[in-house]
């Protein structure tokens, strides 16, 4: 993967620590897919940015002429323009619930595992705001536990998500736990070992583990509440 410009390359925009970059970033390396990448945060986005990402959202694709400014609507690219090796199942009940697991991971896990971090780690270091102590404590107390019971229960005793292959799915669903490390958490392994094993297991892969290892290691590494090691 290049990590700096190059004009004959496509440009992958925006910033290593977003669960959402980090699902396309995952996708084109299991493609083996070869691209450009600049680290673009989502605030404070110069106009240029926001030319080509109209919400002003992170991961924005840009190849040629072509400007994708979704990550689900670029790895749908990608799927369509690189089939193999696939990232969704061929039959169509499989490739539709892999499908849903992207959207339950961009908007419920968005909602309550990255916005751990986002409350304990982008409010204060970043936005300079006040991390909301009451949310955090919802999160991690309500909310999370549901999210957890339905994940375990749509799992079952199967090693990935949908199909008993790995997918689309996979991807999206572990990426915001990078993000719930390095706000000091992680999934307690004594009352969800399955989700526990689960995420520990997909960031593994050959195409994951390089990507997990850097983004633990990178810049928000310094934030991280002392005590939480493990990921």
Known sequence: ???????????????NISPYVR???????????????TQQSPFG???????KSPLSKIPCWEDGELILPDSSVI???????????????????PRARA?????????????????????????????KQETDEQGIAFLLGAALPEVYDYLTA????????????????????????INFALAGEAVDAARWPEIASYVERIHALPCYAPIV????????ARFRPQGMDDV
């Not at 292959?165 to 999206?172: C, H, K, P, Q, V």
């Not at 290892?213 to 928000?220: I, K, Q, S, T």
């Open 1 to 15: 993967v290049q990590m700096n410009i190059s004009a004959s390359l496509p440009i992958l925009h925006g910033a």
């Open 23 to 37: 699902k396309v970033r995952v996708a084109l390396a299991y493609k083996g897919i070869e691209y450009s990448n």
């Open 45 to 51: 986005a110069p106009e240029e940015f926001k030319a």
């Open 75 to 93: 790895v749908s690219y990608l799927e369509y323009r690189y089939p193999a090796p696939p990232l969704l199942p061929a039959a169509a009940g």
């Open 99 to 127: 499908l849903w697991f992207e959207e339950y991971a961009d908007t419920k896990l968005g909602d309550t595992v990255a916005a751990v971090f986002f409350q304990r780690v982008v409010r204060p270091h970043v936005l």
């Open 154 to 177: 749509c799992l079952g005793d199967d090693e990935f998500m949908v199909g008993g292959e790995f997918s689309l799915a996979d991807i999206a669903l572990t990426s915001p736990f």
């Open 213 to 220: 290892r850097a983004d633990l290691e990178g810049e928000f």
